[in-house]
């Protein structure tokens, strides 16, 4: 069983940055492709980003290109987001999740282990 657990959410105004941690426990975190997601209050949870398991590809929504940038350590079985120049459209509660036989997609049906998410706010 694989346990994914965010961290470093918070309130930001409109420009700032944040840099989201995910941790991962169990399972086999190199072999796994690493997603994010947003869910914003009486919306469907959408796709952020993507990395492969080695993270030589990364796949981006058009909402985070140029301003996200997701990478991971599998020496520390942790993935990141580094969120730059926030807007208050960003607002969301930001979930991390694990593809663990290392498939990509920007659906989140296709990933197996999901975190308990950080709250991201965006103050204009």
């Known amino acids: 069983q694989v346990q994914l657990v965010e961290s470093g959410g918070g309130s930001v105004q409109t420009g700032g940055s944040l840099n989201l941690s995910c941790a991962s426990f169990?399972?086999?975190?190199?072999?796994?492709?690493m997603a994010w997601f947003r869910q914003a209050p009486g919306k469907e949870r959408e796709f952020v980003a993507y990395?492969?398991?080695?993270?030589?590809?990364?796949v981006y929504s058009e909402s985070a290109k140029g301003r996200f940038a997701i990478s991971r350590d599998n020496a520390k079985d942790t993935v990141y987001l580094q969120m730059n120049n926030l807007k208050p459209e960003d607002t969301a509660v930001y979930f991390c999740?694990?593809?663990?036989?290392?498939?990509?997609?920007?659906?989140?049906?296709?990933?197996?282990?999901w975190g308990r998410g950080t709250q991201v706010t965006v103050s204009s």
């Open positions: 169990g399972g086999s975190f190199s072999r796994s492709t």
């Open positions: 990395i492969t398991r080695f993270g030589g590809y990364t």
């Open positions: 999740a694990s593809e663990p036989y290392g498939g990509t997609s920007f659906r989140a049906d296709v990933y197996s282990y």
